[in-house]
Every structure is written in C-alpha cells, then in structure tokens.
C-alpha cells in the first residue's frame, strides 16, 4: 500500500471480520426473497412480448376466475400520477414516467414492460392465470439504436416529447431526443489548427446490465388502517418509500419500507419495479404478496446501463492533449434518463484540457430504460477517451502513462464544468501505476499486450442519518438507514470506534426500516463510508461532548479542562480524577440519563476518486479470445478504513469491467426482442475467465472528510474497457472501437470476415 | 393439484414434506421447509447460488426436483456450520472478506465444500475450474478463491 | 411451470408400460435441460417418467470384448471419474468433463444430451467420432443405430413414440488410435459450443492415418461427420498439412447460421481451427501413450 500524508489510526486500516458475517456464511442472513408472513400469497407481472405497441385492450376476466388466483392488476388500478420530477439525490426523475413504466397504460415500450399483475395462492397458479390474460396490441415499429432514434424520421416513442436543451428551451418538433447539453471551453478550432497531431474515431458500446446475483423482490401488505409495510431490495430505503407514496398517492408516514439484505445492485436497485404493484396486490387481496422477478425479467423488465454512441476527435502538441470535441449519444431506454451528462462530465476528468466541446445527447429508445451502473456513464466515455489518448500518445512518442502523468489534473485543475477540484490523487495514482511492478515488467511473447487507462468518478455526499446507543455495559448499539451492499456496517463501526477510542467489537451496526431513523439518502455514489461516516462521526463527536459535560459536573470543573482521548476522560487540572468510556457507560442513569449520540447532516466535500489500471492480454487471433494475463488497479482512495473491503470493491469493479470489454451485451433481434436473457447466454466473468486482481490502494486523504474518506466503489469499473482496448492493440496492431471486443468481433476484425 | 409425500434426509435429520411434481427442491427447501439459506439466481442452472448437496454430488437445486428426493440424502448451507463452530470455509470466507452482498456466498460455500471435501489441495487453477458454475458478480472472485486456499490450510493445520 | 405427474419406474417394462398409457410423456433423467424447459415452457407433458431408477440406464462397465456400456441416465460425472473410461476413452472425458459446470455434471447425462438433439451438444460430435452406437428399445424390442443417425434438426431425434434411448456403447477402438473432442466458448466455462470438432484416428506401422473419423457440432442443423476429412485424412502422414486439409474439407461441410451466440463466418473459422487443433491433440494422445 502506498501512503501519502498519513494520520496514525488505531481501528481505521485494520481489517476485522464484518458484524454481519456469520449471518451471511451460514445462510441465516435474510434477503428479500427470504421473508414469509401468515397468510402471503405469490405475485407475478405479465410483460409486453412487443418492443413497441398501443395497448389496445386488456382483459383480465379469465385470469381473474382462474382457481387459486386472489388479485389481478393492471395500470388502470394505479392512481393518476403527476407529471412532477421526484429528487432522489443523485438523480431526479419524472414520478408519471416511474408509474408508467411499473404498469404501462397506454404503450409498451420495450419488450418486457409490465402490463398487468395477477396474486395467488402459489406462483405456479399465478403464471397459469398471467397466461389467461388476453392483450390486444397494436404493434410499432421499435427503435433500438441510438443514432437510428435521433433521425427525424424515427418512429416516436411519445409523440409529445420535445428536446429540452440548455437554459429549457424546447424543440419545436417532437423528438426522441429528449435532452441535449453541451459543455464547452477555449477555442478547439484553433487548437486543432495548431496541434502535431489529431485523431478521431467513432466509438460503440452495448447496453450492459449490472448482473447483480439476487433478482428484485418486493414483499408488500396493505394493512386494515391503510398503512403499508413493504420489505424489499433496495440501495435505498427511503426512496422506495417516498416513490411509492407518489406512485400511490399516500403520505409518505403512512409507508415503512423494511430494508432485507441486498443481494448486490451496483444502481440497478435504486429504481422501483415490484413495491407498489405487490402493494396494490395487497390491498386488493388483503394478504400480504409477494412477487420475485425471474432472471429473464431482471434482463429484460430492469434498467442496464445505456447502450453508447461517442464520436471524439482529441488534438495534442508536445505532450499536451490541447483540444477535444466530442459528441455522445446515449440510450436511455424508454424514458428519459441516461447517464450521458455523467459521462460528459467524467470524460475529460483525469486531465487537464483547455479547448473542449463536449455535445450530449440523451435519447429514448424500445428498450428497458436505463438504470444507474456504478459509476453510470463514466466507463463508455473513457473507452473513447482513453482510447484516442493511447494513440496520441503513441503518435507522440511518448510512453502511455508519462503522457497521462505530463496532463494529469490536480487541485485547482477545472473540470469540464468550471468546478476546480481540490486536493485529490490523479498525479499519485499515475505515479504510483508508473513505479508498480506490473508496469516496470516486460511484457513478452507472441500476441501478447499490454494496456493502461485512467478513470474518474465525482462521488456522491449527501443525507445520512445516524443514532448511537452507549449501553451500560460499555457496548454501543450504531442505527442506521444506509443499505450495506459490501462491508458498510463494518466501516462505519470502524470510523464510530475510532472516534470513541473504543473497540470494533464493542459496536453492533444495525441497517434500520424509515420508521426507526431518519432519513438517508440511497447507498449509491460510493457515499456510504464516506457521508453515512460523516454522520458516525459527528455522532462520536456528540456522545464525547455529552461525556465531558458530565465529566465535568462530577468533578466539579469546566468542560474546557476535560479531555477525551484514549477512549477515556481526563482532568487536565486535577489528575487524580480519571473515568473510561466503560465507566461513564455504567454511570449514565445516574448522571443525565441515556447516552445517545444523533447526526443528521448533508455531506458535503465528497472527495473525487481517480484510477490507473493496468492490463496484459493474450489474444488468440484464430479463435479472436482474448485472455487477461494481469491485472493491476492503482486508486487513490482517501483513506481505507476497510481495506480488505476497499480491494474487494476494485477487484469487483475490473471484473465487472472485464465482462464489459470481453463479452456482455443485450443481443437483439430486429423486433427488439434481447436474444440472450439468461446467465447462459448473457456472459458475465466466471472464475475461470479472470486472475487474480492485484491492487494498488493510494491514500490522498479527502480534505472534507475527517478520516479522509473518499468513495471507492464506481471508478474502478471506468478504466478497464479502455485499458483492455489498449492491451488488444498492442497484442494485434488492430483497434476495436466497438462494445464487445468478444471472440467474435476480435476474429472477424483481425481475419477480415464478417 | 395432487401433492407427492417424500421422506428424504436433509442435514441429517429425517424429513417429511409434501410438495407438487412442479415443484422444484428450491422451491420446497425455500417455501415449504423454511431453509432459506440456498439461493435463487437465475432458477436455470447458470449461477450455482441454489448449490446443495444431493447424495454426495454438488448439484443445483433448482434443477433437482424436489420429489426426486425420496430416499435421498440432502446437504444445505444450514448444516455446514457444527452448531457456533463455523467450518474452516466459513471462517475463512469472513477472514479474507471474500463477500460482499453475500448472495453468492452460501453456494460458493456449498461448492467449495464439495470440492475440499474430495481435493483437500487444490490449487488455484482448479479451485477456478471447479467453481466456473458459480457466480459472484461483487468480488471478481480473487478473494473468494485466496479463501479457499486459506481453508484448505485451516483444514491441513487441524 | 404447468402442472404434470411424476412416475420413477424401477425396471423397463415398468417404463414402458406408462410411457404406453396414452398420455404425453418426457424422460427425467438429470433434469438438467428438461426441468428448465418445462418451466420456461418450451416443452410440455403429462407425466414425467423418471428414468434413472432403471438398472439398464444406469450401467457403466466395459464388456469382455472391450465395448464400453453407458446407461442414458448415468451421470456424466461417473462416467469422467471412472479411471478406466479416463485412460481408455480420453475423447468421450473431453466432452463429458465441460457440458455445464460441476454442479450440471453431477446430474447431466449422455442420454439427456444427446436426445436433446441440440446442434450444439457437446457428447455428439465427440461420440460420432468414437463410432459410438445407441441401443433403443421399446415394449416390442430393441434396435441399435449410429450415433451420427440419431439426429434429424434442431431438437429432434430418431426416437419413436414409444421408444427409450437406453445405452450408448462404444466399441473397441482401433490399435494406437486415440480422440479428441474440442469446443469453442466465449468464456472458459458455463457456455454452449460456437463451433465444436471431434475426431478420432489412428497411425498404422507405417505412421499414417488410418480408420479417422471427424464429426462437428453446431454448424449445421445437426451435428455431422465429415467424410471429406476423413478421406484428407486417411493413408496421410500426421501433418499439419494433412490436418489443414480435413480442417478445409469440416469448414466445407459447414452451414451455420447467424445468432446470438456466433456468426456464419465466425463458424466456418472456428470448424477449421477446431478440426486441426483435435487433430493436434489426439496425434499427441497417440504419440504419449507409446
């Protein structure tokens, strides 16, 4: 591990056992799928086998006499929404279009949309009632690329949407276009009039799909005095629970969301699907329901990531990069929505770069509409990117990472948006890739390369609420309301235990249901060591301020000669008077009662993560596979609190980045109908398909966290499509632009078929 | 619909259920016998994470069907651990992190057994080859595979 | 998953008695495609019969004479652990040793494989090039074709209502012969074959190639064997020129389609390439066992 200006901690850089751990090794931890009320019944949701159709009419009467079968539900039982953007933090996003896509009212528009939902006694009974409902269609035709969508005479997804540009304005005709931003700096033309060298290349991806391993589950009971109690699988809690109380028009206080363990997400758990159907499923039946989906409606009915366009065109002089003009065209699905303005803005990130256009194009398309995938928009950008750095790099004459090192960002360095960065670790984490011994190893034999990449990620801060209950014992009790997707109880315990001087395994971490704590905003953005930490911290912070004003009641003397360090209290004027934190916990009752440490803040100064990766391929140019030889990730995370769990996030990222490159894709027909929507042919990395993954950790404390905690868990995932690409052009002298470089694509290209 | 009596012996312990032909030994561990520990990933034999024991075999739950069971003997994540005393995979799975949403984990578990249980030294280009049926999307495997190992030290050492 | 009965018949006669009681029936041996396509509702039935509780289907043993016996629902994992089978039929482990993972080996069978009559499945090229041959019975008697007979397209098969694949027998192979069976997947596990190439042949005193057999899967509506390759093959010198022709003559023979899982021209690469690398491989079987 490299280190950089580091504070010496006690607990926080060790590596304990997790507080749910045991739980989840013997198979006790409850998921979604895992809870089973008195008298629950079994949903299922009938899906559009069309990518694009007018509902014409829908007859559920079959299906609501067939034996066993308790409710039946289609968008007419949902409430009229409204047309008003709801904020979730990271995003916002259009409350009618959220309904519209849980039960589609008047159109599919994507082959798996959810047209109706039947509750029964079993789901075996349920699918045999699904089958009896008779839907009329009135079949489209679909749109399924991007550049196809935005020509004028693309078939319209709705024939009432405008471009939104810059500033609001509206387009004059309808448009699958549904937002357009642009960012903008310098003067590109004359840059790329003045530059040694200019390349330009049109860039590819597909839409890929989190493949997060437990499938979304909702279980939901309407109760008798019209509350409603929803467990279920989500990064985020509270929003659940404020998007159902606008899907269903009911007051937010009336809904407690019960948050399972989670089965991974990556963003693909922030949207709702199944919680308001399973609820209005209750209701109608009066049972709680459950519904699962299938993996086959987890492909085709959840929101992957944005299929891309991106045409680039990079100039450099000497060893400066001296002007970009890009143009990004991203899939959103069926509403809008795609990460393209994160993508813009993430692109150029790693680098300082005066001349700049960036354009971005935000387009509705038949298929699932996007949902968040760690570090959303970020990875197709740097493909393009980092790619077209390579080459001028190599144009250049100039080593790939000393070229990224010579236009690293640093504090101060303007991100395409005018935002300066403050002190951050780009310069180090290339530093550190440089010096590694990965990339000072040769790299030999025939068909072999070598790639590097960098990427970016902002990270995300805001709402976390925390309570800290000191037991008389000494123990503590750590309520909280962030999900924990990979480790977040351990390090948030972690960062309280370091602020109290206590033990780890004196705390005992709880992930709480909306009624037991306040609000927190969703795990996502790589936010919860860091913002939910903040939140511990201030907590600690408030328990040692309640421990010295007793202190010094008891002793008689100012709270300013009271000194809390070691896990214990001192007098600075007297020093015979001493108490640890134990001791004080045993005397609560008798000096002021409970001792409750609270915060609740909006965290502010999340600090930005920048990565270096470095890959070794071998490429089979009979067969086109590509193998990954070695794998090297440098980051700079702040600070690891966990840092066995902070190299699981990297090592996870890159293998997910990995599938990415090599093999993932939504594969459709013509009628927009995904060909591949199972595990088996949907080709996620098994353990035989990668090595080990080492890692590099630098640590660049975050000035705005006061343990230097920077989100570590999106950027690993933005450099591998790039670094891989780089690595196959070593290895082949040929570069693949599109998205994935599977063996047929790599085959074909370097065979001349196809 | 008629329900099959099957008596089979699950972690142990002779067990009684009745279940329909449809429905799949998941599904009757899962829904009717309360064993919420194996997992469904994709009900299709592609993800591992439904591993059980059948008759000394590694197989998919989800491919089994439950009244296949009569007679037979059957081996889930709720009978690995002895009671407190974790098996050396489940201690070494803690140790190395080697989870993170933990779905997968019971299966791997389940898997790494099956395999430790026959070649108490496999190394790591087998322990990748035995587990390839079984998914983990969070880890990207290295530290799943690092605590095989370590058990299989953990298992040498006692 | 529609509702059907389950029956585990414990002989043949039994078998055939409910596979003959007027309702629609499929086999249940490893579950491992049927259970699937039953729930996704690509097939149907009445009643599942559950096969492998019959003592015939369940054989593995090699005869006085050298033929191998394999009951159609033995588990693929027996028969790839067998040490016998693993020493003298290294082409039949290829195949057996990658359909699906470790988990759908403990379960999965030829019999299932190959009455899938998928394209693409794994035991039948690597089987056709073995010469195996099916024992198929009924009520009224049993018959016995070539493996490379089974298949009529995509999902189906030789069988008569009424019959059960109860055996795969392979017959003794030739002096200083040997097999290889090779695939081709995206990933290094957990796929289904792009393109596949059995073969199997061997070297006479004068080292040339003789009794070759070359079958390829997922190239064509049902796997095939090559005769061309064959005739490349046979009274040649084991060289690379010599496999580069049978790898010609198998991309020939080859009429693959356009899917989700490779291309026409990706197919046609890959059989070549395939063809030549089993050859490779079972001329290094042969040369090691000397």
Same mark, same amino acid.
């Given at each position: 591990m490299s280190t950089v200006e580091k504070t010496e901690y006690k607990v926080i850089g060790t590596r304990p056992v997790r507080p749910d751990g045991v739980e989840k090794v013997t198979g006790k931890a409850q998921y979604g799928a895992d809870i089973r009320l008195p008298g629950m019944i079994y949903g299922r949701v009938l899906r559009s086998p069309h990518a694009h159709a007018r509902i014409i009419s829908i007859d559920t009467s079959a299906a609501e006499a067939h034996p066993g079968v308790l409710a039946v539900l289609t968008a007419r039982d949902l409430p009229a929404a409204e047309d008003k953007m709801e904020d979730l933090g990271e995003s916002a996003i259009n409350v009618m279009e959220v309904s519209d896509n849980i039960l589609a009212s008047k159109k599919a528009l994507y082959r798996g949309h959810a047209i109706a939902a039947v509750a029964a006694a079993s789901g075996h009974v349920a699918e045999e009632a699904l089958a009896k409902i008779k839907v009329e269609y009135e079949v489209l035709p679909p749109v399924l690329d991007v550049r196809d969508a935005m020509r004028e005479d693309a078939p319209l997804l709705s024939e009432t949407r405008l471009t939104k540009s810059m500033g609001g304005k509206l387009s004059e005709k309808p448009s699958n276009i549904a937002q357009f931003t642009q960012f903008k700096g310098g003067d590109i033309a004359a840059a790329f009039a003045d530059a040694d060298v200019v390349v330009e290349r049109e860039f590819s991806t597909s839409m890929v799909h989190q493949g997060y391993i437990e499938p979304q589950v909702s279980t939901a009971s309407w109760n008798a005095d019209g509350t409603i109690t929803i467990w279920t699988s989500t990064q985020g809690a509270f929003a659940v629970r404020s998007l159902v109380a606008e899907v269903l028009r009911q007051p937010i206080s009336n809904i407690r969301v019960v948050p399972m363990e989670i089965?991974?997400?990556?963003?693909? @758990? $922030?949207?709702?699907?199944?919680?308001?159907?399973?609820?209005?499923?209750? @209701?109608?039946?009066?049972?709680?329901?459950?519904?699962?989906?299938?993996?086959?409606?987890?492909?085709?009915?959840?929101?992957?990531?944005?299929?891309?366009?991106?045409?680039?065109?990079?100039?450099? @002089?000497?060893?400066? %990069?001296?002007?970009?003009? !890009?143009?990004?065209?991203?899939?959103?699905?069926?509403?809008?929505?795609?990460?393209?303005?994160?993508?813009? &803005?993430?692109?150029? +990130?790693?680098?300082? %770069?005066?001349?700049?256009?960036?354009?971005?194009?935000?387009?509705?398309?038949? @298929?699932?509409?996007?949902?968040?995938?760690?570090?959303?928009? *970020?990875?197709?950008?740097? /493909?393009?990117?980092?790619?077209?750095?390579?080459e001028l790099a190599k144009k250049q004459g100039i080593d790939p990472l000393a070229f990224r090192l010579a236009n690293s960002s640093q504090a101060g360095t303007r991100m395409v948006t005018g935002v300066p960065f403050p002190r951050i670790g780009a310069v180090e984490t290339t530093e550190a890739a440089i010096n590694s011994p990965h990339y000072k190893s040769p790299i030999e034999g025939p068909n072999r390369g070598r790639g590097v990449a960098s990427g970016f990620w902002f990270n995300a801060g805001m709402q976390s609420s925390v309570v800290a209950a000191v037991n008389s014992d000494g123990t503590i009790n750590l309520i909280e309301g962030s999900t924990d997707i990979g480790g977040t109880r351990a390090s948030l315990a972690m960062q309280l235990a370091e602020t109290l001087g206590v033990n780890y395994e004196s705390i005992r971490t709880a992930v709480v249901d909306t009624d037991s704590i306040g609000h927190n905003d969703v795990t996502g953005g790589s936010r919860t060591t860091f913002a939910s930490g903040m939140a511990v911290f201030e907590a600690g912070m408030d328990i040692r301020r309640q421990l010295i004003a007793r202190a010094a009641k008891l002793w008689s003397c100012s709270v300013d000669d009271v000194v809390y360090e070691d896990g214990g209290l001192r007098c600075k004027v007297d020093s015979t008077k001493g108490l640890t934190f134990k001791e004080m916990a045993g005397q609560q009752a008798r000096t002021g009662g409970p001792l409750v440490g609270k915060a609740s803040l909006v965290a502010r100064g999340a600090g930005s993560a920048f990565a270096t990766h470095i890959v070794d391929v071998e490429v089979d140019p009979e067969t086109g596979k590509v193998e990954i030889l070695r794998y090297t990730a440098v980051q700079d995370v702040g600070t690891a609190i966990h840092p066995s769990y902070v190299e699981g996030q990297i090592q996870g990222g890159v293998v997910q980045g990995i599938g990415w490159a090599l093999n993932e894709e939504y594969f459709y027909d013509d009628a927009g109908k995904m060909m591949n929507s199972s595990y088996l042919d949907y080709r996620m990395p098994t353990a035989l398909d990668v090595p080990m993954i080492d890692t590099i950790l630098v640590e660049v404390p975050n000035p705005g966290h006061p343990y230097g905690v920077r989100g570590v868990g999106e950027v690993p995932i933005v450099p591998p499509l790039a670094a891989i690409a780089n690595a196959i052009a070593d290895a082949t002298g040929h570069r693949f632009t599109t998205l994935p470089m599977s063996p047929r694509r790599v085959v074909e290209e370097l065979n001349g078929l196809g | 619909m008629a329900r099959s009596y099957v008596s089979t012996r699950l972690n142990g312990a002779e067990t009684d259920f009745l279940c329909e032909p449809r429905q799949s030994l998941l599904e009757v561990l899962r829904d009717e016998l309360g064993l919420t520990g194996t997992k469904e990933g994709c009900?299709?034999?592609?993800?591992?994470?439904?591993?059980?024991?059948?008759?000394?075999?590694?197989?998919?739950?989800?491919?089994?069907? *439950?009244?296949?069971? =009569?007679?037979?003997?059957? =081996?889930?994540?709720?009978?690995?651990?002895?009671?407190? =005393?974790?098996?050396?995979?489940? =201690?070494?799975?803690?140790?190395?992190?080697a989870l993170q949403c933990g779905i997968c984990t019971p299966g791997f578990i389940m898997a790494s057994k099956a395999l430790l249980d026959r070649e108490p030294d496999a190394d790591e280009h087998r322990i990748r080859h035995w587990l390839a049926g079984n998914l983990c999307r969070c880890t990207g495997y290295d530290k799943i595979v690092k605590a095989v190992l370590s058990a299989e030290q953990m298992q040498g050492v006692k | 998953m529609e509702a059907f009965d389950y029956v585990a018949p414990r002989s043949l006669a039994d078998a055939f008695a409910h596979l003959t009681n007027g309702r629609s029936s499929l086999m249940l041996a490893g579950g491992t495609d049927v259970i699937v396509q039953l729930r996704e509702g690509r097939r149907h039935c009445d009643q599942l019969i559950d096969i492998k509780h019959i003592?015939?289907?369940?054989?593995?043993?090699?005869? !006085?004479?050298?033929?191998?016996?394999?009951?159609?629902?033995?588990?693929?994992?027996?028969?790839?652990?067998?040490?016998?089978?693993?020493?003298?039929?290294?082409?039949?482990?290829?195949?057996?040793?990658?359909?699906?993972? %470790?988990?759908?080996?403990?379960?999965?069978? $030829?019999?299932?494989?190959?009455?899938?009559?998928?394209? !693409? !499945?794994?035991?039948?090229?690597?089987? &056709?090039?073995?010469?195996?041959?099916?024992?198929? +019975?009924?009520?009224?008697?049993?018959?016995?074709?070539?493996?490379?007979? /089974?298949?009529l397209g995509p999902g189906r098969n030789a069988l008569k209502p009424g019959e059960i694949l109860v055996q795969v027998k392979i017959l003794p192979q030739p002096a200083n012969s040997n097999a290889h069976y090779l695939r081709f997947i995206p990933r290094n596990e957990m796929d289904i074959a792009v393109a596949s190439a059995g073969v199997r042949f061997a070297l006479n005193g004068e080292g040339r190639i003789e009794a070759a057999r070359v079958a390829i899967g997922a190239v064509a509506a049902t796997p095939l064997m090559v005769p061309a390759a064959a005739a490349a093959l046979n009274g040649n010198l084991p060289t690379e020129e010599t496999f580069g022709a049978a790898g010609d003559a198998a991309s020939a023979l080859a009429t693959p389609i356009n899917d989700m899982r490779g291309s026409v021209a990706q197919r046609h690469q890959l059989v070549r390439v395939l063809t030549i690398r089993a050859l490779r491989g079972a001329l290094k079987r042969i040369q090691e066992a000397r």
């Open positions: 089965g991974g997400g990556f963003g693909g @758990k $922030l949207p709702i699907y199944l919680d308001p159907v399973a609820a209005l499923l209750s @209701k109608k039946s009066g049972k709680p329901v459950k519904i699962a989906m299938s993996r086959t409606e987890v492909f085709e009915g959840t929101g992957p990531t944005s299929g891309t366009n991106i045409r680039l065109k990079m100039a450099a @002089k000497g060893d400066k %990069i001296t002007a970009v003009e !890009a143009d990004l065209a991203y899939e959103a699905g069926a509403y809008p929505g795609s990460s393209v303005g994160a993508g813009a &803005m993430c692109m150029l +990130s790693p680098y300082s %770069i005066e001349n700049f256009q960036i354009d971005a194009y935000d387009v509705v398309v038949n @298929k699932p509409k996007t949902a968040a995938y760690r570090a959303p928009g *970020a990875p197709a950008a740097a /493909f393009a990117s980092e790619s077209l750095i390579d | 009900n299709n034999g592609n993800c591992g994470a439904c591993s059980v024991m059948l008759n000394g075999r590694i197989v998919n739950s989800c491919c089994v069907l *439950a009244v296949e069971t =009569q007679d037979a003997e059957v =081996q889930t994540i709720e009978g690995v651990a002895r009671g407190d =005393q974790l098996h050396p995979l489940q =201690q070494a799975f803690l140790n190395e992190a | 003592p015939e289907l369940t054989v593995l043993r090699f005869t !006085a004479d050298g033929t191998l016996e394999i009951g159609a629902a033995k588990p693929l994992a027996e028969i790839y652990e067998d040490a016998e089978v693993a020493r003298r039929l290294p082409g039949l482990v290829d195949a057996a040793a990658l359909i699906g993972g %470790i988990q759908v080996q403990s379960r999965a069978s $030829l019999g299932g494989n190959l009455c899938n009559a998928s394209p !693409a !499945a794994d035991a039948s090229p690597a089987l &056709m090039a073995l010469g195996a041959r099916l024992v198929i +019975s009924s009520a009224t008697g049993s018959r016995e074709v070539p493996v490379e007979e /089974f298949f």
